[in-house]
């Protein structure tokens, strides 16, 4: 069973920034590509940004390029989505998803998380 533990939504403000977290096992996280996903009310979920498991490729959903970065520390096993410029369509449950072995994203998932929830007022 893989753990998935997400956390740093929260409400904001339009331009503001923030930083989501997504901490796992070190077994799950030296093997794994990991990505976050969002899910607004009424919508379906949808890619938001994948990383792979070596850290060496990124990749974004073109509705989010040049404002959110994804990153790993393997040191903690953790991987961050780091939010700028916010708006309110960014408003949704964020997700962290991982797969086990290689590849690019969007792609197949593994294991999801729980989510965590960003409201962006405005």
């Known amino acids: 069973q893989v753990q998935l533990v997400e956390s740093g939504g929260r409400v904001v403000q339009a331009g503001d920034s923030l930083r989501l977290s997504c901490a796992t096992s070190?077994?799950?996280?030296?093997?794994?590509?990991m990505a976050w996903f969002r899910q607004a009310p009424g919508k379906e979920r949808e890619f938001v940004a994948g990383?792979?498991?070596?850290?060496?490729?990124?990749y974004y959903a073109d509705s989010v390029k040049g404002r959110f970065t994804i990153s790993r520390d393997n040191a903690k096993n953790t991987i961050y989505l780091q939010m700028n410029s916010l708006k309110p369509e960014d408003t949704a449950v964020y997700s962290c998803?991982?797969?086990?072995?290689?590849?690019?994203?969007?792609?197949?998932?593994?294991?999801w998380g729980q989510g965590t929830q960003v409201t962006v007022s405005s």
């Open positions: 998803a991982v797969r086990r072995g290689g590849g690019g994203w969007p792609g197949r998932v593994d294991y």
């Open positions: 070190r077994r799950t996280f030296s093997s794994c590509a």
């Open positions: 990383i792979t498991w070596n850290g060496g490729n990124t």
